[in-house]
């Protein structure tokens, strides 16, 4: 069959020449257009490998970076001494403790808990002071060996704004009946029971600081509940606690006051770790003074004050209505002390009964040593000088009684802080030790505009009565006075020093000398608070050297912190 085509299809398609030209160029076309595809992808690729080169190569520049620094932090912690160094010392490993960085304010206090309720009240926009009340009030109930409304503190505060440094000294006091002679027939009256308590006066401090100082943005009852729920409705029981609770358990379990606390009913045992444990009296006494109008009066002088000194002296105790109505929270301007201290520091804290002078001393005296030069903290003769100056600081303690009383004291202090003492006590240390005459001689046997708060509640469990009131489950802390005719432990520190003597003639009379000393160290970069015993008075004097020393590399204060410290116990 011959097939029969239009006429005019040979114009349409052209010769066959012609058609097969086209063809060919419609080839050459779509290969080019192919080709430009795929250099646009090979373009996006190679893009994409430089960016991911890049990032790997930035990657690995960062945790090189890292892994140096970590490196270098741990080499300073264990304080590794360098080649040329002609000392080896081997210092202990850091803690695995860990670390933050804040922008605006941190709470730091021996338990998590209270430690979430001081942060809250600063979101709430209250400040420091406010925050360190309910902190405390917190650690009143899950931590009653530490603190509690049945003891007292001693604040320092620094007011970043005006430049200024204030104490307030909230310690609780020695009653009106106390006499020299009240614990020779029995010195363990002293230590144990009603006998041994001294007027209360934590409250008191808290409603002078939160009139005084408070922001205005936070109401009282505020600060009070997280306290009160935790008190009420129960609370883990810390490592720290169960550890005071099992040391004491025999003398618990004897006193009935504190067995139907700190006594599980179901096990018949103390507390352990992680138990749930309730203080509902306790809890009832602080809503009675958070929504009191006028605390200090309910709690002073109203009908708690008269049921608190009712079952005290009913008891034999000496603390009375006299004492609670007579008590005084006392606040002093500090000033922030720079002469002697090494680089641009400048410091303050509290007057005795504190013991910052002491903490203040021994670092002038090191000042004498290492100003505006290198300290080589594998050199043992660095260590030496620091307990020489410990020795000459902590021997001048018993004649350091609260300034009121004490007619010397007030004197002494403001020798033992000018640039003349100082450089005295550097010329008398020596290259070796001396006998301890040599000594001075003395009797031997730890926001807002207010930026920095460091306070003692000083209501530890060794401090304590052993027992709890029964009308409302405060905690007492012993009368820790310095009786001339009596000597016990508890009075004699870690130094081998007792307390100051005090005069029992006062109307009023405050306890013997503290060891602690509420240190604000100020520079330009930095402020920071340390709460110090008589042990790491020392501590803090070297450890500002770690800090400011161009020798050390620390980057953080954990590094610094949980550096060893030299004390020694002579």
């Known amino acids: 069959m011959v097939r029969i085509e239009d006429s005019n299809s040979t114009e349409r398609r052209g010769s066959p020449s012609e058609v097969f030209s086209q063809e060919i160029n419609d080839a050459h076309r779509k290969r080019k257009d192919q080709s430009g595809c795929n250099r646009s992808v090979a373009i996006v690729c190679a893009i994409l490998a430089t960016v991911f080169l890049l990032s790997t190569i930035a990657l690995a520049i960062i945790i090189g970076v890292k ?32 670390y933050a960085h804040f922008k605006k304010a941190a709470v730091a206090s021996d338990h998590g808990l209270c ?28 931590n009653p060996q530490s603190s509690g409304l049945g003891g007292g503190f001693i604040m320092t505060l620094y007011n970043a704004s005006t430049g200024r440094c204030q104490t307030i000294n909230a310690r609780e006091s020695a009653p009106l009946g106390a006499t020299e002679d009240m614990f020779v027939n029995d010195t363990t009256q002293s230590v144990y029971g009603y006998r041994s308590i001294a007027t209360p006066s934590e409250l008191h401090g808290f409603w002078t600081v939160f009139k005084k100082f408070g922001s205005g943005k936070v109401k009282w009852a505020r600060l009070f509940e997280p306290s009160i729920n935790l008190a009420l409705h129960g609370f883990p029981v810390s490592s720290n606690l169960a550890m005071q609770l099992s040391d004491k358990e025999s003398l618990i379990q004897a006193e009935p006051t504190m067995k139907e606390i700190f006594v599980d009913r179901a096990t018949g045992r103390v507390y352990e770790e992680g138990d749930i444990m309730k203080r509902e009296r306790y809890g009832f006494t602080l809503q009675l003074i958070a929504n009191a109008t006028d605390p200090v009066e309910l709690f002073y002088k109203g009908g708690m004050a008269q049921t ?29 002390i720079a002469t002697g201290l090494p680089g641009d520091l400048e410091m303050c804290g509290p007057p005795p009964p504190s013991s910052f002078v002491i903490t ?22 660095v260590y030496h000088r620091l307990i020489e100056a410990e020795k000459f600081a902590y021997a001048q303690r018993t004649k350091l009684g609260d300034v009121r009383f004490v007619e010397s004291a007030k004197a002494l202090v403001a020798n033992m802080s000018t640039p003349k003492y100082t450089k005295w006590i550097a010329s008398m240390i020596k290259d070796t030790a001396q006998p301890q005459e040599y000594y001075l001689g003395g009797d031997t046997s730890q926001v807002g505009p207010m930026d920095v708060i460091c306070s003692d509640w000083r209501t530890r469990a060794a401090r304590h009565a052993h027992l709890c009131l029964n009308s409302n ?23 081998g020093y007792p307390s100051a003597p005090i005069s029992l003639s006062e109307p009023i009379r405050e306890l013997g000398y503290t060891s602690f000393s509420l240190t604000m160290i100020h520079t330009p970069y930095l402020r920071v608070t340390r709460r110090l015993s008589s042990r790491r008075c020392s501590w803090l004097a070297i450890d500002i050297y770690r800090r400011r020393s161009c020798c050390q590399r620390h ?4 590094g610094v912190l949980q550096q060893p410290w030299a004390f020694v116990a002579y």
């Not at 360098?82 to 210092?91: A, F, G, L, T, V």
């Not at 009340?133 to 109930?141: P, Q, R, S």
Request: aromatic share 6%; glycine share 8%; net charge negative.
């Open 67 to 98: 892994y140096s620094k970590d490196n270098e932090l741990l080499e300073d912690a264990v304080n590794r001494p360098q080649d040329d160094s002609p000392h080896r010392i081997q210092w202990p490993m850091p803690s695995g403790s860990l």
């Open 115 to 142: 430690s979430e309720i001081g942060r809250d009240v600063l979101i709430d926009g209250g400040n420091a002071v406010e925050s360190m009340i309910a902190t405390l009030l917190c650690i009143g109930v899950v």
């Open 308 to 336: 608190i000194a009712g079952e005290i002296t009913e008891n034999g105790g000496y603390v009375d209505q006299k004492d609670l109505a007579g008590y005084e929270t006392l606040i002093d301007e500090i000033p922030l």
């Open 360 to 381: 203040q001393s021994i670092i002038a005296v090191m000042a004498e040593f290492y100003r505006g030069g290198k300290i080589d903290l594998n050199d043992p003769l």
């Open 473 to 495: 489950g405060i905690n007492p802390i012993i009368c820790d006075l310095f009786v001339p005719n009596t000597v016990r432990t508890e009075q004699l520190s870690v130094t």
């Open 555 to 558: 980057k953080t204060l954990q």
